[in-house]
């Protein structure tokens, strides 16, 4: 069997929620180490998504946060201190990929902002994964998924034709998801060239513009001044009791999660698939013939891979010992649950 | 960035049986063209080049007659997109083309007549888009399909960069569903079934002097969005109590926005960090600040590659 097509390829992962962290969990797939790096005092907040027992290690037992971090090592590493950003540039140094979706404009205040790091590692590849984009007149403006819909004009004609302009909602969140598919992409397509030109890049992504992107014939149609109107289910389609019609004669089954979930085409898909220990796993939306993908571990519970990987990084075990003393490396939260 | 340049492509969407699988291998495709390779395209019956459509996912390909391209061009293609064989145009240019991705509905030869709105129903993700009391929404735009061809760009540039001969598949189907996630989760994972507008229903549009916005905020920020609209009722100020109460919450805050635009109601939301945001019309978004400054939108309303690489935007 052929190796995975980005064995040997280091990932540091600063991405939260999903767009940033479900694109490194696409480059762990595609056979990348992956190395998710938290604060003890800055998680992933997916480890409190739906709350959090007193007295329990809530960190490590949201099933939210296993489904989707499942596999990859975890470093918890206290960035806002100097010793953490220290460790934290060590690390970059033996690293390929650094993925991050921050808040514009922290990871600079740290050190660790894009034009310092590429400066520092011409071979890295940055990928950062905004709302906005890097500049621009609303680059700091504060979007959620569904914002994103709004401003890109997906949701201007998502819906009826004499309704509302529809978002997708939290149990969607539509721009998070598929800015994964991509960005993942834009990743490898910047190794790719940095083995055409020994250089590493910064991937400046704008999640609004990608769902743009995704609407591009509508750009097309309005410039040239024969916009589309909002028009439902789209011509000669309809949706009645539950059942999806289209031109041609065909139908299919509006389902819910239940039926989703009991079907056999999703039982034997790749959409969600099983860690190791069983658990349901966020899965992997693509088959190689040659080189088969599969989810190969658990989700590792909170800093389980300090020493590894700071050894890794040329960290020797009195500096690791001196970082624990002093709290930059944590293995749980400094404060509890905040819902 | 070009990485790559160099290489060849055939991007066989147009001669795809089904027009899910054309629009997600023409997708596939143009990026290919976006990120420098030379992608041939010969005509074929699903996508008319002279429409918006065709227009703007052929654009940057070489488009070709199916005998000029078995004549002129040849055999050597690094990797080809769409049906593995088409009677139309040979399979010996494809055949040699070390990497191969296909799309199919459910998988390998697993191909049953299918729509976009076919796939969004069976992934759940139909169902769960849109307000209770209203039909589901299907999301705007070909979402199925593209986000299949994203996949499946991804895919193939990881089979280009391992190298040596590979066959890809993509599943239209897993793709929506992988899309759909969170609902599968909450099944799989907490044993919930999430309903349209059913308890986490608190975003949603609403009008505004000019169009709409959209209201999207997390439970952070409800005491900002409280004090800008000046809510005094106490039913309200848990989320329980505004999903129970949905109704007069939404009656209650309907007038304030009513009587702004969209622009008003934006600043005034993100001086306090609330995400709320205008709906905007691509016909509006031709003239976007944001996207003007970053030169997203080109000529002819072609949008560019949604990154740029050290300041710069692939562009083929």
Redesign the interface.
């Known amino acids: 069997m052929a190796e995975a097509p980005l064995k040997g390829i280091r990932v540091v992962d600063l991405g939260w929620l999903t767009a940033g962290a479900a694109t490194s969990t696409l480059l762990l797939d595609l056979g990348a180490d992956v190395v998710k790096v938290e604060g003890p005092g800055a998680l992933d907040p997916f480890r409190n998504w739906v709350g959090a027992e007193a007295g329990r290690p809530w960190w490590d037992e949201s099933p939210w946060f296993a489904f989707t971090n499942r596999g990859k090592r975890s470093l918890c590493l206290d960035l806002k201190d100097p010793r953490g950003q220290a460790a934290m540039l060590a690390l970059l140094a033996t690293a390929d990929v650094l993925v991050e979706n921050y808040r514009r404009g922290v990871l600079d205040q740290w050190g660790l902002g894009a034009a310092e790091l590429r400066q520092k590692f011409p071979r890295l590849v940055i990928a950062s994964i905004s709302s906005q984009g890097e500049d621009g007149p609303e680059r700091d403006m504060v979007s959620f998924g569904s914002t994103l819909e709004a401003t890109s004009g997906l949701a201007s004609l998502t819906g009826e034709a004499n309704g509302p302009p529809i978002i997708s909602g939290r149990d969607v969140n539509y721009p998070d998801q598929v800015v994964c598919l991509f960005a993942s992409g834009a990743v490898v397509a910047a190794l790719m060239e940095r083995e055409r030109t020994g250089e590493g890049c910064h991937i400046d992504l704008s999640q609004r513009e990608l769902t743009s992107f995704l609407l591009g014939e509508e750009f097309v149609a309005a410039a040239q001044g024969t916009p589309s109107p909002r028009q439902g289910f789209g011509p000669g389609c309809a949706v009645e009791d539950d059942t999806a019609f289209w031109p041609g004669g065909g139908s299919a089954a509006v389902r819910d999660a239940r039926g989703l979930s009991e079907s056999a085409e999703f039982q034997s898909g790749t959409a969600v698939l099983r860690s190791p220990d069983g658990t349901p796993a966020k899965g992997i939306p693509f088959r190689f013939a040659t080189r088969p993908l599969a989810v190969h571990d658990n989700c590792h519970s909170l800093g389980a891979d300090n020493h590894a990987v700071m050894t890794e990084a040329g960290l020797g075990p009195a500096d690791i010992a001196a970082l624990e003393a002093g709290g930059v490396l944590a293995t749980k939260p400094r404060r509890g649950p905040t819902k | 960035?070009?990485?790559?340049?160099g290489k060849r492509i055939l991007d066989l969407s147009a001669h795809c049986a089904q027009q899910p699988h054309a629009l997600a291998a023409a997708m596939a495709g143009k990026?290919c063209a976006l990120?420098g390779a030379e992608v041939v395209r010969p005509e074929g019956p699903m996508i008319d080049p002279t429409?918006?459509?065709g227009?703007?996912?052929d654009a940057g390909k070489q488009q070709s007659t199916a005998t000029g391209f078995n004549a002129a061009i040849g055999p050597v293609f690094d990797a080809a997109i769409g049906p593995v064989f088409d009677a139309a145009i040979g399979d010996a240019n494809v055949a040699g083309a070390p990497i191969l991705l296909r799309f199919s509905v459910?998988?390998p030869g697993q191909d049953p007549?299918?729509?976009?709105?076919?796939l969004?129903?069976?992934?759940?993700?139909?169902?769960?888009?849109?307000?209770s009391h209203?039909?589901?929404?299907?999301?705007?735009?070909?979402?199925p399909a593209?986000?299949a061809g994203?996949?499946?760009?991804?895919?193939l540039?990881?089979?280009?960069?391992?190298g040596?001969?590979?066959?890809?598949?993509?599943?239209l189907?897993?793709?929506t569903?992988?899309?759909?996630?969170?609902?599968?989760?909450?099944?799989?994972?907490?044993g919930?079934?999430?309903?349209r507008g059913g308890s986490?229903?608190?975003?949603?549009?609403?009008?505004a002097s000019d169009g709409?916005?959209?209201l999207?905020y997390?439970?952070k920020d409800y005491p900002a969005l409280r004090d800008m609209l000046a809510i005094e009722d106490p039913r309200f100020e848990t989320r329980a109590g505004r999903l129970t109460h949905r109704a007069e919450f939404e009656t209650l805050i309907r007038p304030w926005f009513a009587a702004r635009t969209r622009e008003a109601i934006t600043r005034e939301a993100?001086s306090r960090?609330?995400?709320?945001?205008?709906?905007?019309?691509?016909?509006?978004?031709?003239a976007d600040?944001?996207?003007a400054?970053?030169g997203?939108?080109g000529a002819?309303?072609?949008?560019a590659?949604?990154?740029?690489?050290?300041?710069v935007r692939?562009h083929g």
């Open positions: 960035m070009r990485p790559l340049a990026l990120y429409q918006p459509l227009r703007f996912l459910f998988g007549a299918m729509s976009e709105l076919g969004l129903a069976l992934s759940g993700l139909l169902g769960i888009v849109g307000e209203r039909p589901p929404a299907a999301l705007a735009g070909h979402q593209y986000a994203l996949a499946g760009c991804t895919a540039l990881a089979a280009l960069h391992a040596g001969p590979e066959t890809v598949d993509i599943s189907f897993d793709v569903c992988w899309l759909n996630w969170k609902v599968a989760a909450a099944m799989m994972v907490m919930e079934v999430p309903t986490r229903a608190d975003w949603f549009t609403l009008p709409h916005i959209a999207v997390m439970e993100q960090r609330i995400p709320i945001g205008p709906v905007r019309t691509p016909a509006e978004l031709l600040p944001q996207y400054a970053r997203f939108v002819g309303g072609m949008p590659m949604p990154f740029r690489a050290n300041g692939p």
